[in-house]
């Protein structure tokens, strides 16, 4: 088992916005998840590699890192490896635990993702980009972010035709989980058993951003302010979560590169930026690729446009199919 040190360990995640630690949603549900489970961290930034799906991913000591896209996932292997707390522990049987999980992952997760990446007009700016893409180049932004968007309509079949109805779709089932989360909640403080559980972090964290991440135009936004011990329940959480959070011991730090074969297996590490300490000759090659990152991005941008341009010609010919905007 790896040696817990609270001031080695660091969860690395996207970069702080709308005054949340983050803005990702994944990220910060691991984040909550950790402070649930009162396990020491500090934390880290990374800007690039959007897209990448091993964020947020956690490094204790110089010898351990747990990704996100783990086969087990970050958190699991945290638990077998590190003896994080199991907040689920004797939960699992409850007969509610498996339909509330599965709103969440499905329904209510879903629903955060259609509004973020197809839910605003075009030329209008989703809190996506500043979440995300804000500190790369506007090519690439563009790009990754029509990428995703194309990804979600292909997830749920949105063509031009059937634009419409889907949405509907949608958001009602994001209306009928929250209808179902706010009667199963009640007064309570938390979702199961008046304690912390994995399934609270994951929809704190989607509450928080839809709160405070998505406008007041938002349409799911709207449904779920409609749901007055859901938005306390938020708050509350909110205020014991993240405005106690102490600052880390030597303040956060920003990865701005990272190895695209970066290993996931078990011992691992990742290059770490340490004060007074010369860079080892790992550190200065990653340090030497990054500085390529750009040139390489923007091939691929080109060579992403070229693609995509060739498959609307063909969709064009067609009976309809996917666009990049409506």
Known sequence: ?????????VLVVRKPCFDLPTGCPRCLSSYIYLRFAQFPFN????????????????????DYVAYNNDKEGMIKCLKRDVGLADLDSGLL?????????????????????????????EGS??????????????PIRKVLFWKKAHWIKQKHGITNENTVIKKEEIYSRANSAYEALSKHLGQ??????????????????HGLVVLQALPESSMLRTKFLEYANLVRYVERCKTELLRATPPPSSGPQVHT????????????????????????QEEKTFKRRSKYFVIAQMVAVVVFITLMTEVELEVDDGDGGYGYLD
């Not at 088992?1 to 360990?9: H, I, L, P, S, T």
């Open 1 to 9: 088992m790896a040696e817990v040190n609270a001031n080695n360990n």
């Open 43 to 62: 934390l880290d930034f990374h800007l690039n590699y959007p897209d990448s799906d091993q964020i947020p991913y956690l490094e204790v000591g110089d």
């Open 93 to 121: 049987l409850i007969p509610d635990w498996i339909s509330i999980k599965a709103m969440l992952t499905t329904w209510v997760a879903d629903a955060l993702s259609y509004e973020l990446w197809l839910g605003f007009e």
């Open 125 to 138: 700016s989703s809190p996506v980009h500043a979440i995300y893409y804000s500190d790369l180049p506007w």
């Open 188 to 205: 309570q403080n938390y979702l199961f058993e008046n304690r912390p559980s994995s399934l609270d972090a994951l929809f704190l964290a």
């Open 257 to 280: 590169y990272a190895s695209s074969s970066a290993s996931r297996s078990r011992p691992s590490s990742k290059p770490k930026s340490k004060p007074k300490r010369e860079k080892t």
